[in-house]
């Protein structure tokens, strides 16, 4: 099987369908969502609840090891890109947005899904661009201000470590069923 180690594009479409599968997995009705000016991936339904949910899928495709030391930010499990527009939060348009973060390992080329409120997101995303240029600006240093934002899921287990409030990977991993925590 050839790997995709080098096209974003093949990535990103394996975690959207993989996270669709799991959706159906679930009792959840969705539909990936086409065109180049679409605002979310997926949008679901839940025949139970009658809720209606947009979700946004990012994906990361690395040698995951199991704990990523960072001297700023802690010890986390793994992070993902994202950009400047993620800070946004509008409680009444995306109330009903969730990021499913989907984590792929090449050796072994399992998934690990994150489903986590984009609230959640929005604060954490502004509070890391904000800590990290504070820290930069203790040790004297300039650092050109970027549109991109790291997105880190952490463990309980290390939580110690953490400079500013992190999601917790036992609180989102495989949330289906889009709790609020």
Not at 60 to 85: A, D, Q, T
Not at 99 to 117: L, R, S, W
Not at 144 to 160: A, D, L, M, Y
Not at 170 to 178: R, S, V
Request: a positive charge.
């Amino acid at each position: 099987m050839k790997k995709y180690d080098n096209n974003k594009v093949q990535v990103s479409l394996a975690g959207e369908f993989a996270v669709l599968s799991q959706l159906a997995l679930h009792g959840k009705d969705a539909n990936m969502v086409l065109g180049n000016t679409k605002s979310v991936d997926i949008l679901v339904s839940d025949p139970e609840t009658s809720r209606l949910l947009k979700l946004e899928v990012k994906t990361s495709y690395n040698n995951n090891k199991k704990i990523i030391k960072s001297r700023l930010f802690g010890n986390f499990l793994c992070s993902w890109m994202l950009s400047e527009k993620n800070e946004k939060y509008n409680k009444k348009i995306d109330a009903n947005l969730f990021y499913c973060f989907v984590d792929i390992n090449k050796k072994t080329e399992q998934f690990k899904f994150y489903i986590i409120p984009a609230k959640v997101v929005a604060d954490y995303v502004t509070k890391e661009d904000r800590y990290f240029f504070r820290e930069k600006k203790k040790e004297g240093k300039s650092v050109k201000k970027t549109p991109i934002r790291n997105f880190r899921i952490g463990t309980i287990k290390e939580k110690s470590s953490y400079k500013i409030k992190t999601p917790f990977a036992e609180d989102y991993k495989d949330n289906w069923n889009f709790e609020i925590k």
